[in-house]
């Protein structure tokens, strides 16, 4: 791990500060760390989809990952880091083996179950505007909930105050380095199994998924384009990466693509800066249309956020004609009732 | 391949004739014939729905195949064999590599791009009240339509009148042992993956894809139950199979798994009676919301007929508490326009 690198551009709270970042050597320890513990999942193509972009397309499909999306990954990396340095602290220096997060869904959710799987404890601050069915597999997952007001602070400092009053390990949903490294062995993985790809895409959210994928992507097949894709009422990572300074989403943005609310990480950003090629944006209409896509095409239910590079693809803004781009499909929780062409309603409010 | 077998029972026309009747062996040679021709579909499973069932259940995901149905195996096993005879017979009758069969959607798409794949040409027959997803799939993987009326005897007679006119050779959607033999590999896949099963079901339409199944088990694990499942509205198999006489539905019955109108076959109702432990029935809203719950759970789209096992699992009826259950989800062609649930109402009219 790369200890000490200048963040750089400042804003939203980076500073400009010296963090810890992942490289490529942490995604490979992480993917034999994680092996037997996740999911190796299928990757599945479409010749009807692969007609409607003019590319040759692979899915990583991540929405059959343990928890129902790629989170499990990252989560379980740092779990297992955790437990191995406690394994091996002196008795008293051991720690109550108990986990903390804030998250609105499937970074809770993965944690939990994660958690469950070694014994630990695990308590997630969740925004009281979550989306349910991300809330309810948090709990099914046997975590303890601690509900907030929604935004970046109120769940900072819920958050802390869980940790003052039970001693809890921290694993940030995105801006932790071994939750990057973890993530980024989705990526991995489907390079190993298409070595031949020209472009590899992913959603942003908080950046994780993307940072960890450019990371694969780099120490495995250079030459391949690492392309984020974003809801263009969260274009935070968009304008951080273009203008180059790391700028925060303000609220809760209105997009259907509730795990790419939030802003970019400091880690992900200085990621992004070095080792990703572009970030596009996609509308609300396009996101709700390539979801139903995904479902006729791929016969896969796959999350909004999710159907975001698939959005971008369909309208000719990742690769070129003839290209064959690999899209990391990042989670399949759906909340059926709100989703409108699920219920009917083939137009989405934004 | 057994010869000569008395299906015995009459009824629905097989009048207690003689048929030849494909063995664990010819399940086997599909097995290796269709090696690099079809996917092998990934198993998955989903700790939410075993909680809801009260058993282990894996998932064999034939809606991930080829024409996104298990039926492109057993076409690709009959046509293989096709073009086999057709390169080691004499110049004068090597015939004209055309192939036809009637098909109200996944076998028409399947022999149709199973036709593409070697160069042959197809002429499907389609009744013209056809799923019209399916029927525009058929045409997408290059088949020739020939529309007919609904029901069998129209069928035939087009189909007689197609080989007439152009030479073609036949393959039956599942009364043809080279079909079945082709279906039971998906079957051989699953158990190969998972040899500790107790309970094997698949859908119940012709027959072909749980007579072949079947067979499979048979072969490989002998103590496993095999228990087919049928829309109540289209019961011709339960009703044939516990009564000892093959018989038929009149008329197309108003079950939204339009791969289950049809009534079971010749070869597949001689083999349930070797070989199948029983078939339940399940009624049309229980079937509407074991899709909803596939999406849920498994984050997968199943077409209606697939969704048939999966209710009966739901309602208790296959396996007992505890019990590891394999289900063969035969395919994921939904037009999701008809699709109650997708359409937002959670009430079928049946």
Known sequence: MLSGVATGGGGAGSGGASVDLPDFGDVVDAHDRLRGHVARTPVLGSPRFDERVGRRVVFKCENLQHAGAFKFRGASNALLQLEAARATASGAGAGARVVATHSSGNHGAALARAAAAIGWRCIVVVPHDANPVKTAAICAAGAELVTCEPGLAPRETALAEVVARTGAEVVHPFDDSRVIAGQGTAAMELLADHPELDVLTAPVGGGGLLAGSALAVRGMLPSCRVVGA??????????????????????????????????????????????????????????????????????????????????????GRIGAPGQRIGVIVSGGNVDLSVCPFLAGDPTPSH
Not at 253 to 282: E, K, M, N, Q, W
């Open 230 to 315: 974003e809801p263009e009422v969260a274009d935070d990572a968009a304008r951080s990466f273009h203008g180059g300074v790391r700028v925060g989403m303000p609220g809760s943005p209105p997009t259907i693509a509730d795990g790419l609310r939030g802003s970019i990480g400091v880690r992900p950003y200085a990621l992004f800066r070095r080792h990703v090629d572009d970030v596009v944006t996609v509308s609300e209409r396009a996101i709700v249309e390539a979801m139903r896509i995904a479902l006729e095409d791929l016969r896969l239910l796959v999350e909004p956020s999710s159907a975001v590079p698939l959005a971008a693809l369909l309208a």
